[in-house]
């Protein structure tokens, strides 16, 4: 198994510019969700999924969209890039019945 | 809401010196899990404690889980260079699925 996987490893955008953060799972995992991490903040949760064609948001959700069409994918929109979403990105699955997280590497984003 | 504490937030030891973090949960615990996230790196997950008073060892990390399931500990004895990272306690949210509340961490730095 891949375990958890993320793409871009870094992305460097400008004010106003959309993306997408890829982040897929191999092991048959309904629940994901994505955090990202800044200095002193800790890990907070953006949106989460506990299956195909299911979300909700989490503690900080404006500004990102979500969707989950397959078991294994779970990609982060942004709508209209903002300086103040720069970040670490963490995606995450978690085994059916489970609470322990299995994290992806990892995003740096960085918005100029 | 739902809120989970963690003290100190940073630490600085010299190498062969203990260390304790510790976790507190504005709500009682079905579970605690802890995390480590070396520098640059992913959390990844170390353990999860789910019985009141419980005990758990892993080599020179010690973990408990309080009586009242609000609050818990990491020890590490005689602490080594490898052991350099940020911990993270997380709880379940209360009528949240498989939702985590993270702690803000604790960063271990040491002095070789």
């Known amino acids: 198994n891949a375990g958890v996987t993320q793409t871009p490893k870094f992305q460097v955008l400008k004010t106003g510019q959309s993306m997408t953060l890829q982040c897929a799972q191999d092991?048959?995992?309904?629940?994901m969700s994505w955090y990202r991490q800044d200095p002193g903040m800790g890990l907070r949760l953006i949106h989460y999924?506990?299956?195909?064609?299911?979300?909700d948001q989490g503690e900080v959700p404006n500004g990102y969209n979500v969707s989950r069409s397959t078991t294994e994918d779970f990609p982060l929109r942004l709508l209209s890039a903002a300086p103040s979403q720069t970040s670490v990105y963490f995606c995450?699955?978690?085994?059916?019945?489970?609470?322990?997280?299995?994290f992806g590497p990892g995003t740096r984003l960085t918005v100029t | 809401g739902q809120q989970v504490m963690q003290i100190p937030q940073y630490q600085h030891v010299q190498e062969g010196e203990d260390f304790t973090t510790y976790c507190n949960s504005s709500?009682?615990?079905?579970?605690i899990q802890w995390y480590k996230q070396r520098p640059g790196g992913h959390p990844v997950f170390l353990i999860q404690l789910v019985k009141s008073g419980e005990v758990k060892k892993q080599k020179r990390l010690t973990f408990q889980f309080g009586e009242a399931k609000k609050n818990s500990s990491l020890h590490i004895t005689a602490t080594q260079t490898t052991d350099v990272g940020t911990y993270f306690c997380a709880g379940p949210e209360v009528g949240g699925a498989q939702k985590l509340v993270f702690g803000q961490g604790t960063r271990l730095t040491i002095n070789p």
């Open positions: 709500t009682t615990l079905s579970n």
């Open positions: 995450a699955s978690t085994p059916p019945g489970a609470y322990e997280q299995y």
């Open positions: 999924s506990v299956g195909a064609g299911i979300t």
């Open positions: 092991m048959n995992h309904e629940y």
